[in-house]
């Protein structure tokens, strides 16, 4: 199986974990000391802490679907970048919709493809919320 397809699958099974809350699954897509940073509020580092990220984010709504695609990879530097949109059901406050890209590093464990840096860069949002923006370049 190619480097790319590897990482389509990996997040696939991203996807998958978090919208069934399956927080064991999700945190063993990562390396144990892996780093999220989602935001200037949402950052993780180590097994642990990304559990309780997880948890935090997702046990605050009803319900999310998360969708990748766009996916580039370069095996020779082990890092990857996917575009994401999530929708996000809250009890309390109207749905959230984030349109982003992952900027992902990899290792592999015993053959198997693990996270250990993930930077998540939102383009945009159905409304604010602490996420890292993505730097624009504004044309004259």
């Not at 180590?46 to 990748?68: N, V, Y």
């Not at 464990?109 to 250990?116: F, H, W």
Request: aromatic residues 10%.
């Amino acid at each position: 199986m190619s480097f790319l397809e590897r990482v389509r699958r990996l997040h696939s099974s991203y996807c998958a974990c978090v919208d069934n809350e399956d927080f064991d699954g999700l945190v063993s897509l990562f390396a144990p000391d892996a780093e999220i940073n989602y935001g200037p509020t949402m950052k993780a580092q180590g097994s642990k802490s990304i559990d309780r990220l997880f948890r935090a984010l997702r046990t605050s709504c009803e319900a999310t679907s998360h969708h990748t695609t766009n996916t580039t990879a370069d095996p020779s530097s082990l890092s990857g970048m996917t575009y994401v949109m999530a929708w996000h059901k809250f009890a309390d406050a109207p749905d959230l919709v984030v349109w982003g890209r992952y900027l992902d590093e990899f290792v592999t464990k015993d053959d198997e493809l693990l996270v250990s840096k993930r930077t998540l860069l939102v383009h945009g949002s159905t409304r604010p919320m602490p996420f890292n923006s993505l730097p624009r370049i504004m044309l004259k």
